[in-house]
Each structure stands twice: as structure tokens, then as C-alpha cells.
């Protein structure tokens, strides 16, 4: 609290009085409490208790909460109360119920709940949850009341430019831009609907796991490119280009976020129009601040550029330099040094030309990545090149077209690994297979049949929440790799973690850490103890699957591997769409097995082949494989996948058939000890 608010005549030491009572009073609200303004009063007198009283009931109102008949009247006013309507209880019984029964999401709760809250519905919008907060305004998860379409909302309180450039997005449709639906103002605020596009930012996911590798930075800045040079077609400048304005799919396609914001190309307007300036340090380009009126289309060709220094190198770039990291291709370094170049007349002069440039590099690799394999075989018949000696040359072979599921997968792996020169299975450690997974086309999640049958009929929110991440959407895999035929073994987790010198303690370890303990009526617990080593009644036998691990606990052995492989391979957790398509194996039923249950006991280990009373998971590889050659990707113990805000998959032996699906999803917190792993395995380069 400032001296400065609604102190007038008030002398410092009183002042600092008031200031004192109102930070405890705060702090008692923020323990839970419920005290009342008049207990902190103490012995002020005079304009010190009036000013006193006004500031913490300025407090108290960001802290109360509404009584039963205005949190009534707030469900009235946001069209939200249910039919029926059982309207007994006190505030939180009431939220609680709703919530429970599904007629409000736990963010509209929240929000009617709150001492001030803000709007839930505007005009046929209704809001479900918060997205995102940032300077261009808020965006919330929405649906529209009539047609039932999820939206992406975005709000800003300030709408005068909102509405002169929202005339843009209305006009561009292309698979890589976010697709806008309507705009309007309501309730004091302006909003823009557009498509809600499930997935994560490029920022977000390299700040959560790294730097993208060489193909799939390209590949990312290459759809980027293809949206914005559509969109500067249009005459429409994005002029906020930076990885938090590009979303990755669950498809693994990159679509440009916040087109519809920017200012249209050599659209009439005042000058405070043009003068504004628009833009993130560090990806926006020097003429914006030097002539925000002069910007073109070159300035989202250099903040692109700093986007992709971004994703090779994991850090925001700063001042003129543009570095990559050294083993960076040296062609895709002079791309992105031209176009970053300070002066715009030295960058690309369209986004076509990036295209064109991504395009041409993409083409070099991929002949590359075809002989790779053949040269590697050469080696081995005893055939040496010395670095002196060109290599003889070796005409590329055709790849297999690309399939879509369902297909034999035995067949179409054993064509992409004679097409690619490598083997169906590796083994490149004692105790690590893999198995080669060929590129593929797939529908990811679960049909509107079942799926909208089962959320009607599931009457726990969560469980309810979770199947809506299930909703089917198109998916692919773009390049083969490998994945491991197995769950991580103890045995091979011990390895990493002695390899360290002192010894890796998992997250369950660390001070404070909890694990997951089987207890001898075969339930689980959490508490404190339990780690990768030790479970209570679960044996952990050298053969038997690594659990109680957080997801940074397999990533840091990904990352051991890769070193202890020599560089040979990329090592890292399977991404979602990686996962269920490795899952499926050409399958596009619930199971690997297709969709009839009784097929699924020579493949899982789960509630329909284990006793309820054992609940103990099994060593690997027991059971059946899938038709890749992926062992326990049904049950047993379930498996991180490394994209997202956390999700582990496969169930576990406490699961029914539902839950073992090839689409079901676990949410957890990345920091949580539950699951164990499997490893992707790309060959490095690729």
C-alpha cells in the first residue's frame, strides 16, 4: 500500500500504522481465516480509525466471498443457472454441487465465488476457463450457446484499435494461421472469437524441454512462413512474430496465433495508428521502433529468423547477434543471418523467399537422411572412406508413400527400414531394444461415437475433463525413429543413476519427495518413502519396469543416454502423438487389439488379467507384443510422454480396459513421482 492512497493530512507515523494493520489483516485473509476488519482497529482514533476502516474494507473485498442468494443472482445474470436448479446450501455447497454435476466448469465457479468478478458471458459467448493473460489482453476457453463450437476468446477492456484491426482476421483462412471467427462488444469489452487450437507454444515447450532438434525447428519455421506469407498476401503484417505467438498441434503442426492483431498493410489511418509500436524485445525488428510507420513484411521475416534462434539454441536472442549453436548446418545458419540482418534491405525480401530457402534445405537433408543408413552398412562390410577419398556415389532410394492407419504394420516397417538402410530392431545397449516406427497418418483420441456417450454418462468432473481430451483430431508422424520395445528397466535406470557422480536422487528422493507405496491389500498410497527403489508390497526385480519417477527424472536419463550412445542417437520421451500412433500399430480401434476387449488379455497386464487384491505391475516384456513390436503399451505401468503440461499413458495394472486404451490420457504434474517410460530413439541428424 502506497502513502500516497487516501492518506491526505495524515501524519508518517500514523500512516505507517494504517499500512501495518491492513498487511496483517491481508495476511490473516490469506491463511484461510475469516476475521473482521473491526479486530484490527486497535487503539486508532480520530481520521487515523476512519482512514484505517476504508482501507481494510478495500481489503476485505478482494477476500470475501458472496452469500448464497448473490451467488443466485450472479448464476441468473450469466445465464448459467441450471434447469433444475436445487438452490440450497451455503456458497461453497452450492459451487461445489454445480461443479460436481457438471453445469459449471471449476473457473466459472471460481469466478462467481470471487469478491469482483468479471463477465462470464458476452453476448452468445460463454466463457469456461482462462487461457492466457498477456499485454494484448486475456484469453479465455469459450463456446458459443447456440452451435456449441469451443472458441478461443480473446478480451481486451480497451477496443477502439481492437475493432479497427479485427477487420483483418476475418479474411485469412490457411491451414497455418489460427482461424477467426467473429467480433463483437459486450459488457464494456471488446473480444474476438477464433478457433481454439488444442496444443502447446513454442516458447512454453522449449522453456519445458529444450531445444528442438535441427528438423523439427525447420519444420516449425517453415509452416510459420507458409501462414505469413498468405497473410502478408492479404496486406496484413503480423509484426508480433515470437514463439509464444506460435502453437504446436497435438498433429505437430505450427499455426501463427494473433494474425487478426496486426495492422493492415497500407490501410488509411491516423497517424497514431501508424505510429503505434507493436512488437517483443528481442524478436522485433530495429525499423520498428526506429518508423513504425515505414514496418513491411520484412520485419516479420527477421523476428522469424530470431525465432528460430530461439528454438535451436533455447535462449531469447539479444542485441544484433543471431548466434546458432556450432554444429548447426551451415546453411540454415546463413538463412537465419540474413533474416536477421539489421538493415532490411538485406534480408529475404518476402516470406516466399524463406519458404523457398526452408524448402531447398529440407530437400538436401532428406537425401541425406536416405544414404545415411546404406553408409552405414557400407562400414560394416568393411568398406572405409577416408576423408580424402569422396565417397562413391550412391543413388537415393525411393521412400515408401506415406500411410494412413489402418495398414499391416509388421509390412509397412519392414518396408521403411529396407528403404531406409536400417534395421527393424536395434539394441544399442545391453538392455535397451528398440523398435523402428515408420512415418504415418492416423485419427488421434476417440470418435465422437463412443466418446460424446461417455462424458453424457460420467458423472465425475474430472474423469469428464480428461475424456475431452480425448476428442479425435487428424494426427502424423513426419520422420521415422525409434522406440524403445519396453518400459525402462530397473536395471538400466540403476545404471544412469550411479553413472553420476554424486549418485542422481529422483524426484521422489529430494528433500520432501513423495512416492506412490503398494500396500498389502493391494492399493496404492501416497507418502512420503517410496521411490524407483523400494514400493512397499511391489517387488522390483531387475526386469521389472522404473516407477515412481517425475517426468525431468526421465528426461535427465534421456539426456544421460544420449551421451553414453556417443551421439549416435537422440534420446528423448516419445511426444502423445508419437506414443499413440507407436500404441496403435496400424490399429484404429480402442485397443492394439482392435475394439473388442476380449482380445486385450494376451497383450495387458490390467484389472481383466490381474487379481484387484495383487495390483502388483509386472517385469517387462511378459506379455504379447503389438504389431510393431512394442511391448505393455496396454497396463502394467504407465508411461510419460515428454510434450504438454504433463501427461503419462498406457494405464496401469490397476486399470479396467477402459482405462488402458490406446487414447486414454492421465494429466499430472511433470513434478509428480507416478509413471515410468519408454525411449524415442531418432537417429542423430535426422
Not at 143 to 148: G, L, N, S, T
Not at 215 to 240: F, K, Q, S
Not at 571 to 596: F, H, I, M, N, Q
Amino acid at each position: 500500500m502506497s502513502a500516497d492512497s487516501g492518506f491526505a493530512g495524515l501524519p508518517l507515523d500514523a500512516v505507517l500504522r494504517v499500512n501495518a494493520r491492513c498487511d496483517a489483516f491481508e495476511a490473516a485473509l490469506r491463511s484461510g481465516g475469516r476475521p473482521r476488519p473491526d479486530e484490527f482497529l486497535g487503539d486508532a482514533t480520530g481520521a487515523e480509525r476512519d482512514t484505517l476502516l476504508v482501507h481494510l474494507a478495500a481489503v476485505a473485498v478482494d477476500y470475501y466471498e458472496p452469500t448464497p442468494d448473490e451467488f443466485v443472482r450472479r448464476l441468473a445474470a450469466e445465464g448459467l443457472t441450471p434447469d433444475p436448479f436445487d438452490a440450497a446450501g451455503t456458497t461453497a455447497e452450492l459451487a461445489e454441487r454445480l461443479t460436481a454435476t457438471g453445469a459449471l466448469t471449476a473457473y466459472q465457479a471460481g469466478v462467481l465465488r470471487s469478491a469482483r468478478p468479471h463477465p462470464l458471458a458476452l453476448n452468445d459467448y460463454v466463457i469456461l476457463d482462462r487461457v492466457a493473460a498477456g499485454g494484448m489482453g486475456t484469453v479465455y476457453r469459450a463456446v458459443h450457446r447456440r452451435m456449441r463450437r469451443e472458441v478461443a476468446l480473446k478480451v481486451v477492456a480497451d477496443g477502439g484499435w481492437f475493432r479497427r484491426e479485427a477487420e483483418a482476421a476475418g479474411r485469412l483462412a490457411h491451414p497455418n494461421i489460427v482461424t477467426a471467427y467473429d467480433a463483437g462488444e459486450a459488457r464494456g469489452v471488446s473480444y474476438l472469437a477464433s478457433e481454439f487450437v488444442a496444443g502447446t507454444d513454442l516458447r512454453r515447450r522449449v522453456l519445458e524441454h529444450g531445444p528442438l532438434s535441427v528438423p523439427d525447428a525447420v519444420r516449425a519455421i517453415r509452416d510459420a512462413a507458409a501462414g505469413l506469407a498468405y497473410a502478408h498476401g492479404c496486406g496484413v503484417i503480423h509484426r508480433d512474430v515470437k514463439p509464444a505467438n506460435l502453437i504446436c498441434t497435438p498433429a505437430g503442426d505450427v499455426r501463427v496465433l494473433d494474425v487478426g492483431l496486426a495492422r493492415v498493410a497500407h490501410r488509411a489511418g491516423s497517424a497514431d495508428d501508424l505510429s503505434l509500436v507493436v512488437g517483443t524485445p528481442g524478436y522485433m525488428a530495429p525499423e520498428q521502433t526506429a518508423d513504425p510507420a515505414a514496418v513491411d513484411a520484412r520485419a516479420d521475416v527477421y523476428a522469424l529468423g530470431r525465432t528460430l534462434a530461439f528454438l535451436l539454441t533455447g535462449r531469447t536472442p539479444t542485441g544484433d547477434d543471431t548466434p546458432l549453436s556450432p554444429d548447426a548446418p551451415p546453411a540454415l545458419a546463413a538463412l537465419c543471418r540474413r533474416m536477421t540482418a539489421p538493415d532490411p534491405a538485406d534480408r529475404p525480401a518476402a516470406m516466399a523467399d524463406v519458404l523457398g530457402a526452408l524448402d531447398a534445405f529440407g530437400r538436401r537433408r532428406r537425401g541425406w537422411q536416405v544414404t545415411v543408413g546404406l553408409l552405414v552398412v557400407a562400414g560394416g562390410l568393411g568398406l572405409v572412406f577416408r576423408p580424402s577419398d569422396p565417397p562413391p556415389p550412391i543413388p537415393p532410394r525411393p521412400l515408401p508413400t506415406l500411410r494412413e492407419v489402418p495398414f499391416d504394420a509388421a509390412a509397412y516397417q519392414a518396408e521403411w527400414a529396407a528403404a531406409l538402410g536400417e534395421p527393424v530392431e536395434i539394441e544399442p545397449l545391453p538392455g535397451l531394444k528398440a523398435r523402428l516406427i515408420p512415418p504415418g497418418r492416423f485419427l488421434m483420441g476417440t470418435p465422437a461415437d463412443p466418446l460424446d456417450a461417455w462424458i453424457a454418462a460420467e458423472p465425475n468432473v474430472t474423469v469428464r475433463e480428461r475424456l475431452r481430451g480425448e476428442v479425435a483430431r487428424p494426427a502424423g508422424v513426419a520422420e521415422p525413429f525409434y522406440l524403445a520395445s519396453t518400459e525402462t528397466t530397473v536395471a538400466l535406470f540403476r545404471r544412469f543413476v550411479t553413472a553420476q557422480n554424486p549418485p542422481y536422487r529422483t524426484t521422489a528422493e529430494r528433500d520432501g519427495g513423495v512416492g506412490y507405496r503398494l500396500k498389502p491389500d493391494g492399493n496404492w498410497t501416497v507418502e512420503p518413502g517410496p521411490t524407483w527403489r523400494q514400493a512397499g508390497e511391489q517387488p522390483l526385480t531387475d526386469a521389472h519396469p522404473v516407477g515412481n519417477l517425475g517426468r525431468d527424472d526421465c528426461a535427465d536419463f534421456c539426456r544421460w543416454l544420449t551421451r553414453e550412445l556417443g551421439g549416435r542417437y537422440e534420446c528423448r520421451l516419445p511426444t502423445e502423438v508419437e506414443w499413440e500412433y507407436g500404441c496403435r500399430a496400424g490399429e484404429p480401434g480402442l485397443w492394439a487389439c482392435g475394439s473388442d476387449a476380449a482380445g486385450l488379455g494376451p497383450l495387458a497386464w490390467f484389472t481383466g488379467t490381474v487379481d484387484a487384491a495383487d495390483g502388483r505391475f509386472r517385469p517387462v516384456g511378459r506379455k504379447a507384443p503389438n504389431r510393431f513390436g512394442l511391448f505393455d503399451v496396454h497396463g502394467n505401468l504407465e508411461e510419460w510422454c515428454g510434450d504438454g503440461g504433463g501427461v503419462l499413458r498406457g494405464g496401469h495394472v490397476r486399470s479396467g480396459a477402459g482405462g488402458v486404451r490406446s487414447a486414454a490420457r492421465s494429466p499430472a504434474k511433470p513434478t509428480e513421482p507416478r509413471g515410468g517410460f519408454r525411449v524415442a530413439l531418432v537417429v542423430s541428424g535426422r
